[in-house]
């Protein structure tokens, strides 16, 4: 990360039939509000600009912010137009690595939640 943002160009495994995309997020503490704001975009994804906010009391080290539902469910040709409810998870805490985890909750009265998208992250000198 540098400063309060992240831009970048992810390059799948090698061999894997994932194309390379973009991905740039934005991660800012709001003081008026007394919360974390983020919004990233994803080409990956046909739902455009991806808002999300804290709630509640942050723990050192990990911190807890929440979309508003997003009604995709998949990625380029293998879109089911389900809705989601998400939370976008960041753990580490350090300028040297950082893991974020996005858990998806379908909304059909389940409840059940899974893990998404994880990216992690490692400061290279």
Do not use: C
């Not at 970048?8 to 894997?16: A, D, N, R």
């Not at 739902?47 to 929440?66: C, H, N, R, W, Y």
């Not at 350090?94 to 990216?119: C, F, I, K, P």
Request: no cysteine; proline share 6%; net charge negative.
């Amino acid at each position: 990360m540098i400063g309060p943002y992240l831009q970048e160009i992810m390059h799948p495994v090698p061999g894997s039939e994932t194309p390379d995309f973009s991905r740039i997020s934005y991660l800012t503490y709001f003081r008026v509000e007394g919360r974390w704001q983020y919004v990233s975009l994803d080409t990956r994804f046909p739902v455009g600009i991806m808002p999300a906010v804290s709630f509640g009391k942050q723990t050192i080290g990990k911190l807890t912010l929440e979309f508003a539902p997003l009604s995709f469910v998949g990625a380029e040709d293998q879109v089911e137009g389900r809705t989601v409810q998400s939370n976008y998870v960041i753990t580490g805490g350090n300028e040297e690595h950082q893991m974020a985890q996005q858990y998806w909750t379908r909304a059909d009265g389940n409840g059940e939640s899974w893990l998404a998208v994880q990216y992690e992250y490692s400061r290279k000198r």
